[in-house]
């Protein structure tokens, strides 16, 4: 089994700044990472030719270090398990590795939070960041009619990037209320490069037009989407459209965390100061901790670097103060409003893995009662869509994970851990 | 798929299989994104609805197909490789 000072869970802005600063700091660093590409969901694509932007240009910076030989990265591994103390349990296609670490940065990101709605299953209807993933990977989008809904600034980006994309943004509808809106536009005012990228999508998505408190109530279609209704304030109407991307702000991946009992707090990770969780040399950093976007995931990120490996950080803190500022701003502006949840009917799919409806759920009283009598949250994704979708609309607390974190082989699971 | 664009960049074309037809995409497409261009469901449902990609990151596993004789394989994570073969499940 390979040893290392320091292992980074998760190739995103914040691993890779982990990654970086431990290892310009002598330590041996390993970053692994499900996907094939560094980057994370936020820099997916990003081609060192485009870095004009402030945030492209350390995204080349933090890629070139990943590349230099002196980080080991695992891409296309998977974490599973965590077999015995400082050892985690990878999988990839060919086959599982365990690798030791004194000090583990968690860097696991973020997904969209899904609230179903009839007709959430139909091809073609897909998170918002869920689109923006999907023409990333080749899907053509130029011409198409797409309406984005749900909330948080994700939809203004995406609709930015979907017109640039060539695709016709029918309408994006975002949940929030003016007010909620307006008083998140004036808090802005105290983070200036925030207010200049929301200035700048939203004079990129001018063309689309851009309503408050209002939602989408139901996709029809003859086996792919045809139409959407929406409901803004008190009027109903119908758009036809080829795709919807619906997502509801976003929600930290905390089944790492959790399998390693590291203290969750109101739904995040809780770390101190030096970005350390509750469990010694575990740090965690991005959006587990809050979602605050890119520059408190860096930020965070370089923390938990320059401290595994027994540096000062304090010029940094400030910083982070401020982001997780804007991270809290972020929640309490985007948090779904209470009528969303009449928008599920009887017959809608909560759990899409094993396809149990919102009346099955009607009679459990816990997560945990669901899971025995329904199958809910039992599938592959093992909860991770209607596991935030039932704590919204049931009031359940889904949070908790056993290994495996993700499905594996039975040969993986089988695996005795090396001695030292 | 998106032979235009594909021209216009000089993109190779690869040619892959689903369930026994062959498609032709531009290289480095995903095979969740060339599945759902081509219309075809990843995955029949526990109670037989046709499914297609919802996140495109690999978490809701709704992109499941078999992929080269693996079965339950996120074809969002996967580029497409010249001559795959995809069945769907």
Excluded at chain 1, 152 to 165: D, N
């Amino acid at each position: 089994m390979t040893s290392f000072d320091v292992v980074v869970a998760g190739t995103g802005p914040a691993g890779m700044a982990a990654a970086t600063a431990a290892s310009a700091n002598g330590a041996s660093v390993c970053i692994v990472d499900d996907t094939a590409h560094c980057g994370g969901q936020i820099w997916r694509g990003q081609g060192s030719d485009s870095a004009t932007h402030p945030t492209d240009r350390r995204f080349v910076q933090l890629q070139s270090a990943l590349e230099s030989g002196r980080i080991i990265v695992r891409y296309g591994n998977r974490v599973v398990a965590n077999p015995a103390p400082r050892v985690l349990r990878l999988e990839s296609t060919s086959g599982s590795e365990d690798i030791r670490f004194h000090s583990l940065i968690v860097a696991t990101g973020a997904r969209e939070r899904f609230l179903p709605f009839p007709g959430w299953t139909l091809q073609g209807v897909m998170g918002a960041g869920g689109i923006q993933a999907m023409v990333k990977q080749g899907l053509p989008i130029e011409g198409k009619r797409v309406v984005l809904s749900g909330s948080g600034p994700l939809l203004l980006a995406v609709s930015a990037y979907l017109i640039r994309e060539g695709a016709r943004i029918l309408g994006i509808f975002e949940q929030a209320s003016t007010a909620q809106i307006a008083r998140f536009g004036f808090q802005l005012l105290r983070h200036p490069g925030k207010l200049r990228d929301g200035a700048l999508y939203r004079a990129a998505t001018r063309s689309a037009p851009y309503r408050t408190a209002s939602w989408v109530t139901r996709a029809r279609g003859q086996d792919r989407l045809q139409s959407i209704t929406v409901r803004v304030r008190d009027e109903i109407s119908t758009i036809e459209c080829d795709y919807l991307g619906c997502g509801f702000h976003l929600v930290p991946n905390l089944e790492l965390p959790h399998l390693l009992q590291c203290q969750i707090e109101a739904g995040f990770v809780h770390v101190d100061d030096r970005q350390q969780t509750s469990v010694e040399d575990v740090y965690c950093v991005g959006e587990p901790t809050g979602i605050g976007g890119l520059e408190k995931a860096l930020c965070e990120g370089e923390i938990a670097g320059l401290v595994c490996t027994g540096q000062s950080a304090a010029h940094l803190l400030n910083r982070r103060d401020r982001y997780l500022r804007f991270a809290r701003e972020l929640d309490r502006t985007f948090a779904p409003r209470p009528e969303l949840n009449e928008v599920a009917t009887p017959d809608t799919l909560v759990c899409r893995c094993e396809d149990v409806s919102r009346q099955a759920l009607g009679s459990m009283h816990s997560w945990r009662e669901a899971k025995l009598h329904t199958r809910c949250g039992m599938g592959p994704c093992q909860g991770r869509i209607c596991g935030p979708a039932t704590e919204f609309l049931l009031g359940w607390n889904s949070e908790h994970s056993r290994p495996p974190v993700l499905p594996a082989r039975l040969s993986t699971l089988a695996g005795t851990v090396d001695p030292l | 798929m998106n032979r235009s664009a594909s021209a216009q960049f000089a993109t190779p074309l690869v040619d892959f299989t689903v369930n026994g037809k062959t498609f032709s995409v531009p290289q480095g497409t995903t095979m969740a994104a060339a599945l759902l261009h081509a219309g075809i469901a990843n995955r029949q449902s526990v109670s037989g609805e046709p499914r297609h990609p919802l996140c495109g990151m690999g978490i809701c596993m709704e992109c499941c197909a078999t992929v080269d004789g693996a079965a339950h394989v996120r074809t969002c994570q996967v580029e497409v490789q010249p001559g795959m073969n995809v069945v769907t499940e």
